[in-house]
C-alpha cells in the first residue's frame, strides 16, 4: 500500500522512497529509506508497460558473430551495445531497461576493470541504471567470451528513456 511522506513522495508501506518520473508509464526507482544510496545500479525497478526480454548478448560483433577484441572492457562495451540494439528493435530505449545480470568469467578483471566499465556503460547507457546482478561463472558457451548480459526492458507510452534517475548529475 502507498502512502504520502511529508516530502509530498510516495512511500511504500515499509517507508521506501519512491521516485516517480511524470509519465504514466514511467519507470520508479525503488530506494529503501534507511538504505544507502546504491552506485552505478538501483536497488530495485518499478515498471508498466510492454516487456522486452533480452537473452544473454556477448561481446562480439552481431553481424560475423566474431569477437573484435580479447579486452576484457571491450566485450562489455560490445554486449552493451548488443543489448541496447535488441532494447531498440523492441521499440525502446536504454533507459527503459528495467534490470540486467552479467555474467562474468573472471571476477579479478571485473574488479580492476570497475571504472573503465563504468566509462563504457555510460558512453551506451548514460545516466540509466537498472536494478543489476553480477554473477561470476566458471565458463560462457562462447571460448572467448568474458562477459555476458542479459536484460529486461519496460516500454511504456512514451517516447524513449522515461526512467528518472536518482542518480542524475
Known sequence: MKKRGESGKRESAGGAKIARGSDPGSHTILQPEEWARAVGYANGVAAQGRSV?????????????EFESDSFVEQARQALQNVVSVVRTGGGEPGDVVCMTWFVTDKAAYVTSRREIGVAYREVFGRYFPAMSVVFVSALLEDRAQVEIEAIAVIGEHEGNAQRSLFAE
Open 53 to 65: 526480454f533480452v537473452a544473454g548478448q556477448i561481446g562480439w560483433n552481431p553481424r560475423t558473430c
